[in-house]
């Protein structure tokens, strides 16, 4: 599905006509991340549902609403669920939420995801700040940004050599030194799911330069970037790497680890917000 400049401007109309000030900040919350947004004050609650063209999400663990309100004094628009290319959506539909952001005149995006370790002394439970990405999918074809050029937004082909903003990376180092919370980083793959890997699939990734594997993410980045957003990305780490094939992953376990690692997020997230 090819998403034009006036399905973007109109759900952009839709979100304004709700609220009363100017929005900055923008969150994508991963999967079993969610409960972040429920520390916004005065929220505005709009379910995917009520805005006509907007994807809805449709698995556990995302809840599906957009929240508004403020966040450590910053006004910010989160999303309590994303959507990922796996549940039928095309990648334009995926990075439909981005494109609205931009046009609501945010200019920062959080992203968060749900990963697994490839990295092997990450634990179930941490935190890695997103420095780089392989952009796997992409590298397939499914790039967001196949298709007309949107001139409006940013050029044809956007540079994509400091995808993830290196002052916000700084600020977030300096949240988890003051937080005394131990803070991993790394290289973030992004692939398409909804399998999980493969013990040769995860060999590979960590012989490519890989930290941490999701299923979502780097699009939203590409199409941030594109559009000229600021980026700051963390990966909650949800299970080991399963390099040996000895252990079974399961969508399950990588919600139970949402309740260690959203906490940790939520410090880090609003530490930034004070910073910035």
Not at 163 to 192: F, N, P, T
Request: charged share 20%; with cysteine; glycine share 10%.
């Amino acid at each position: 599905m090819e998403i034009t400049l006036e399905t973007i401007d109109r759900l952009t109309q839709a979100i304004r006509s709700k609220i009363q000030y100017e929005l900055r900040i923008g969150i994508i919350l991963g999967t079993g991340l969610g409960r972040i947004a429920n520390s916004i004050q005065e929220p505005i609650n709009i379910p995917y549902r009520d805005l006509a063209d907007w994807p809805v999400s449709t698995v556990q663990g995302h809840t599906g609403q957009l929240v508004i309100g403020k966040l450590e004094n910053q006004p910010v628009l989160a999303m309590q669920g994303r959507i990922h290319y796996y549940e039928g959506y095309s990648m334009q539909q995926v990075t439909l939420p981005v494109r609205v952001m931009q046009r609501l005149g945010i200019s920062i995006l959080i992203v968060t995801n749900a990963a697994g370790a490839i990295h092997p002394e990450f634990l179930p439970g941490d935190v890695m700040l997103i420095t780089d990405n392989l952009n796997l999918a992409g590298m397939a074809g499914l790039n967001p940004l196949i298709g007309p050029n949107l001139d409006v937004f940013g050029p044809r082909f956007p540079d994509m050599s400091q995808s993830y903003d290196r002052q916000m990376c700084d600020l977030a180092r300096k949240v988890a030194r003051q937080e005394k919370l131990i803070l991993r980083e790394g290289v973030y793959a992004g692939l398409s799911g909804p399998s999980f890997e493969t013990p040769a699939d995860l060999r590979f990734l960590r012989t490519s330069g890989a930290d941490a594997v999701g299923m979502s993410t780097v699009s939203e980045v590409i199409v941030a970037r594109h559009g000229g957003m600021r980026v700051l990305g963390f990966s909650g780490i949800s299970n080991k790497a399963n390099l040996d094939g000895n252990t079974i992953t399961s969508h399950e376990e990588v919600l139970e680890a949402g309740n260690l690692i959203a906490p940790k997020l939520e410090i880090l997230i609003r530490g930034v917000l004070r910073l910035i």
